[in-house]
Nanobody, 121 residues
Framework: QVQLVESGGGLVRAGGSLRLSCAASGSIFSINAMGWYRQAPGKQRELVASMPTGGITNYADSVKGRFTISRDNARNTVTLQMNSLKPEDTAVYYC???????????????WGRGTQVTVSS
């Protein structure tokens, strides 16, 4: 069993910063990729940033230059540093990971429960 636990959401004024963290725990053999998605009210969940192990980091166009994703592979954590926040960044942010584990060392996709980010104008 694998769990992803997010922390760091909250309320911030436009132009401010927040830092989200996500820790993976449980039966983990290796992690192929970790990333962040977000879902605003009435909208579909969308990719914010992803970081494959040894691969190319990917950002949504709307956050390029403002958000930075990083990973600590030794601790199985992923962090999203969000700067110059805008009201349109308001959403529930979800941690996501492709993790190899279990008895047969298969890769499964996991989601955290989400953390609310609210940016006031």
């Amino acid at each position: 069993q694998v769990q992803l636990v997010e922390s760091g959401g909250g309320l911030v004024r436009a132009g401010g910063s927040l830092r989200l963290s996500c820790a993976a725990s449980g039966s983990i053999f290796s992690i192929n990729a970790m990333g962040w998605y977000r879902q605003a009210p009435g909208k579909q969940r969308e990719l914010v940033a992803s970081m494959p192990t040894g691969g190319i980091t990917n950002y949504a166009d709307s956050v390029k230059g403002r958000f930075t994703i990083s990973r600590d592979n030794a601790r199985n954590t992923v962090t999203l540093q969000m700067n110059s926040l805008k009201p349109e960044d308001t959403a529930v942010y979800y941690c996501n990971a492709d993790i190899r584990g279990g008895r047969w060392l298969e890769v499964y996709n996991y989601w955290g429960r989400g953390t609310q980010v609210t940016v006031s104008s």
